[in-house]
């Protein structure tokens, strides 16, 4: 096994810059990677959160595996309530987007959509004026009219024994 190196302090807000422009490239394992490093020296940088959250949602779209954390284990890090709702709206929405492009099961994309909006609706309370939200929840909407979806059928009452 590796000995990582150590990320100086002073390094971080350069890292995290340089995070974010990966993200930006689609290159989401380079964005884990630091954000990891900055974690090391700093397990509270709500920032590095932020964007290893992302950078781990963008990875399942592309079904590729993560170097560690998985998404819904980041969100009781976040401070923030809002930011605890709406990233975890963003969290079930890319994960139904993920189930979309490989024709998964409808009715589960459709289950994590209504989550992702459900997670929207509450930061949108939280956080009243803010729009980010609001047009997060509408993107949902649309895919679910977009792709025709419907909740998971009910069950059928099994017969009762006498």
């Keep these: 096994m590796f000995a990582l190196k150590k990320l100086p302090p002073e390094a971080i807000p350069a890292a995290m ?5 990966y ?6 394992e380079e964005a884990e990677s630091i954000c990891h490093d900055v974690l090391r020296v700093d397990p509270d ?3 590095a959160l932020a964007i290893l959250l992302l950078a781990l949602a963008d990875r399942a779209g592309q079904g590729t595996p993560s170097l560690g954390l998985q998404p819904r284990e980041i ?9 605890r709702a709406y990233y975890g709206g963003i969290v079930a929405e890319r994960r139904a987007l993920a189930m979309l492009h490989s024709r998964g099961p409808d009715s589960d994309a459709y289950d994590d959509l209504r989550e992702a909006m459900d997670d929207y609706e509450i930061a949108g309370e939280l956080r009243p004026g803010d ?3 609001s047009l997060r ?10 792709y025709h979806l419907e909740p998971h059928a009910p069950e059928p ?3 009762q024994a006498e």
């Design 137 to 146: 929840w509408n993107a949902c909407a649309r895919l679910i009219e977009a």
């Design 131 to 133: 729009a980010d939200a």
């Design 17 to 21: 810059d340089r995070a974010e422009q």
């Design 45 to 47: 940088n709500q920032r």
């Design 75 to 83: 969100l009781p890090k976040f401070r923030d309530p809002y930011d």
């Design 23 to 28: 993200r930006r490239e689609e290159q989401p």
């Design 157 to 159: 009452l099994a017969p």
